[in-house]
T-cell receptor, first 117, second 112 residues
Framework: DTGVSQNPRHKITKRGQNVTFRCDPI?????LYWYRQTLGQGPEFLTY????????KSRLLSDRFSAERPKGSFSTLEIQRTEQGDSAMYLC???????????????FGPGTRLTVL | QKEVEQDPGPLSVPEGAIVSLNCTYS??????FMWYRQYSRKGPELLMY????GNKEDGRFTAQVDKSSKYISLFIRDSQPSDSATYLC????????????FGTGTRLQVFP
């Protein structure tokens, strides 16, 4: 399967614990996105990487959240001191970079469902 | 007010019906308009993509964009039970990131 993969698929944790999620994009896609989706809502943009550079972060990404993409390949999203409000589906997407003004489809992974007790 | 508004439904229709799904938006900078389908506990998958205004047809699906009214639609003809899913509209403005702004999604149920 050459799609976007995410691990783990499910994570249950207690409030206050740290969690880390991993995303493996489609190979040679240099753009990588993280989104968060709560129940009954559409995905909301969290952050964007072009290769290894994190170029945009949403205001939703509090100081407890950190994302990395070392070497421009896989990415990790860490949440420190989790809160119940962090319970959501965390989606990763990747896309190739085309020419200026062209739209490049974002391919989504299956997501990591986080439950904070 | 959200940048993209979408009726969450649920929408329940009999098999074979024509389904109309809609979104409105407020940001006139949006140029790329997408419809994603999301099955339960799965990631979204792209159904249709339209640049600027106009219509686009792909099999049983037709996407329409009316930029003057800031209104987009997705029509599904001859709906099937397998079309039962949540349909998300998404939009993007030209720029460096192409980040997507999604509607809340409309849950569709097609019953036999």
């Amino acid at each position: 399967d050459t799609g976007v993969s995410q691990n783990p698929r499910h994570k249950i944790t207690k409030r206050g614990q740290n969690v880390t999620f991993r995303c493996d994009p489609i190979s040679e896609h240099n753009r990588l996105y993280w989104y968060r989706q709560t129940l009954g809502q559409g995905p909301e943009f969290l952050t964007y990487f072009q290769n290894e550079a994190q170029l945009e972060k949403s205001r939703l990404l509090s100081d407890r959240f950190s994302a990395e993409r070392p070497k421009g390949s896989f990415s990790t999203l860490e949440i420190q001191r989790t809160e119940q409000g962090d319970s959501a589906m965390y989606l990763c997407a990747s896309s190739p970079q085309g020419g200026q003004g062209l739209y490049n489809e974002q391919f989504f992974g299956p997501g990591t469902r986080l439950t904070v007790l | 007010q959200k940048e993209v508004e979408q009726d969450p439904g649920p929408l329940s229709v009999p098999e074979g019906a024509i389904v109309s799904l809609n979104c409105t938006y407020s940001n006139s900078a949006f140029q790329y308009f997408m419809w994603y389908r999301q099955y339960s506990r799965k990631g979204p998958e792209l159904l249709m993509y339209t640049y600027s205004s106009g219509n686009k047809e792909d099999g049983r699906f037709t996407a329409q964009v009316d930029k003057s009214s800031k209104y987009i639609s997705l029509f599904i003809r001859d709906s099937q039970p397998s079309d039962s899913a949540t349909y998300l509209c998404a939009m993007s403005a030209p720029g460096d990131t192409d980040k997507l702004i999604f509607g809340t999604g409309t849950r569709l149920q097609v019953f036999p």
